[in-house]
């Protein structure tokens, strides 16, 4: 059993996405041992990543479909984008992938 932490982070959500989230994994990254896991729209996500000097550091980018806006009603939103970044995350912390989100 590894003591490593694996994180989950919904790089597509928040103010300044994906740049802040991005910006955050990687001092998290770089000032723990823990292991990130972005999800989100994959091109935006690796190219705000390929900003920043990631060697060395333990940080994979996971795929997903679209977000959930601030605007949008959250069941309808959760029935309707099965695939958006903050369900892709959780979902990897249902299935053991990650540790927490």
């Given at each position: 059993m590894s003591d490593q932490i694996t994180v989950a982070i919904d790089a597509m959500g928040g103010d300044n996405a994906p740049s802040a989230p991005v910006e955050g994994a990687v001092l998290a990254a770089r000032n723990t041992q823990t292991r990130i896991l972005l999800v989100g729209?994959?091109?935006?996500?690796?190219?705000?990543?390929?900003?920043?000097?990631?060697?060395?550091?333990?940080?994979?980018?996971?795929?997903?479909?679209?977000?959930?806006?601030?605007?949008?009603?959250?069941?309808?939103?959760?029935?309707?984008?099965?695939?958006?970044?903050?369900l892709v995350a959780t979902g990897l912390v249902k299935a053991g992938t990650a540790d927490a989100v």
């Open positions: 729209d994959k091109d935006p996500v690796e190219a705000e990543l390929n900003k920043h000097d990631t060697e060395g550091l333990q940080i994979s980018v996971i795929g997903s479909e679209g977000k959930i806006e601030d605007s949008e009603a959250p069941a309808l939103a959760l029935r309707q984008k099965p695939r958006s970044s903050v």
